[in-house]
């Protein structure tokens, strides 16, 4: 089977970390199988979704590594779901309703007092066309119900209808048709609810395998009930486990969680999140991926947890900082070019911060060590120590080698050992008091700006 996945969120709001994983999930899923990622955008919430969160959600993709091969948006499709709504009209399996939504509320309640299951009881079917048109002449307009299909001819008598489908994540998964309410596809403003435009885009763009949350999980079964009446075979389903807090609460724009943008101008490092928002809540151990095609190597559908994924920004920051200490100066020779870092140096100065940096913004702090640092105060005790340090300062060329025979001659002749041996001569040369290892810092610094800070 050729593989044809799909990532589908609504422009109406900036992508966060939870909505991280799903997008990985199925990129990584395409990228072991070889296969196609489409993105399509659920932009049929007129009101909330805007073109500026759709190119953000674009870029914040790019910035994953994520490529899709396609992208579409759900605005300009209704004539597919158009057709099939008529479709499905012509079976007899979407109907017109007309109840309020207090009215529908007042039957579940009722339903629930008198210990039944508050599945809706089809009372629209039983209308004649002299109630519909009284209704419509009141102003009501229906909304539209896809008839369920477990019953057998008399819609009012249900049966128990097992739907079935084995999950890539969960295992073999089972619902009872009969324990659900006809599901509303269109609503009284003639709009699309998500589920028709998700299965006849699924259907038309040849969607292979659904891999989404366990809040989906639900769902399913009726989605396999309508792929079925539209004479369309249905996709694979996975339904991974959802990032949740530390407290097990679930992510979400509304409640803040951290956007990709926000990481992104963070500085945090995309891997760091992609390795996180995929290996949490696996049987994986959370480790930084190099690249996603590392990462797709790492994990697969079958490694995800049936319990929840609990997601602590805290673990961000060792991730990132382990990811910037293996990056190469290639990896980050564009981002410190944009620092003003440049030139014959620039590599050898990365390879000796690196190790320092937890993101790879920090290294403008250590450029301005080793160009041009802030003095720090000399202790009484030190001065002669660096007038005698300045003495016994090598010539050039400068090496690695330097600063290893620089201070074993001052230990020599003045017995000073450990900071106070070092301390001294690092505060002098860069203006911090710890950092990088001063055997690769002195040969950038230079013997003639080593001889102006030590005076």
């Known amino acids: 089977m050729s593989v044809t996945v799909r990532f589908a969120p609504s422009p109406t709001g900036f992508l966060h970390i939870g909505n991280a994983r799903p997008a ?52 300009d499709r209704i004539a597919l779901y158009d057709a099939a709504a008529e479709k499905l009209r012509a079976q007899g399996l979407l109907y017109a309703c007309y109840e309020t939504a207090d009215e529908l509320d007042r039957r579940r309640a009722r339903a629930r007092a008198l210990g039944r299951p508050p599945v809706y009881d089809r009372a629209a079917l039983k209308l004649t066309d002299e109630e519909r048109a009284r209704l419509e002449a009141e102003g009501r307009r229906p909304h539209w119900r896809f008839l369920l299909p477990n019953h057998d001819g008399d819609p009012f008598v249900t049966r128990r209808a097992e739907m079935a489908w084995d999950d890539l994540c969960r295992g073999a998964q089972s619902v009872d048709l009969a324990s659900l ?28 395998h659904v891999i989404r949350g366990e809040d989906h999980v639900a769902n399913t079964a009726v989605q396999l009930a309508i792929f079925a009446a539209l004479g369309a075979v249905a996709p694979v389903f996975a339904h991974h486990n959802l990032l949740t807090t530390i407290s097990g609460e679930g992510l979400s724009k509304r409640k803040g969680a951290l956007s990709l943008r926000s990481l992104r101008e963070a500085g945090v490092e995309p891997m760091a999140v992609a390795s996180l928002a995929v290996l949490t809540g696996t049987s994986h151990a959370i480790e930084p991926a190099d690249s996603l095609e590392t990462l797709a190597g790492m994990v697969d559908l079958a490694d995800v947890s049936r319990s929840s994924a609990k997601f602590d920004p805290a673990d961000l920051g060792p991730l990132n900082a382990k990811l910037v200490h293996g990056l190469a100066f290639a990896d980050v020779a564009g981002r410190l070019a944009g620092m003003g870092i440049s030139g014959e140096k620039a590599e ?27 003095p720090l105060p000399v202790d009484a005790d030190d001065a002669d120590y660096l007038v005698l340090a300045t003495s016994l300062l090598p010539g050039e060329p400068f090496d690695e080698t330097t600063w290893g025979a620089w201070t074993g001659a001052l230990k020599q002749q003045t017995g000073r050992k450990g900071r106070a041996l070092f301390l001294p001569l690092r505060k002098a040369l860069t203006g911090e008091e710890h950092g990088p290892d001063m055997k690769s810092l002195l040969p950038l610094i230079g013997r003639r700006n080593s001889v102006a800070r030590l005076s």
């Open 24 to 75: 990985l999930m199925n990129w990584l899923f395409a990228l072991r199988n070889q296969g196609r990622f489409v993105l399509r955008y659920d932009d049929t919430d007129r009101e909330r979704s805007t073109a500026e969160f759709a190119e953000a959600i674009a870029g914040d993709l790019a910035w994953l590594g994520i490529a899709p091969q396609q992208s579409v948006r759900q605005s």
């Open 348 to 374: 050898a100065f990365w390879l000796a911060v690196r190790e320092n940096c937890a993101m790879v913004g920090e290294a403008a702090r250590w450029w301005t060590a080793i160009t041009d640092p802030v």
């Open 181 to 208: 309410s006809d599901p509303v596809l269109i609503r009284e403003d003639g709009s699309y609810l998500y589920t028709l435009p998700s299965i006849v885009d699924d259907i038309e763009l040849g969607i292979s």
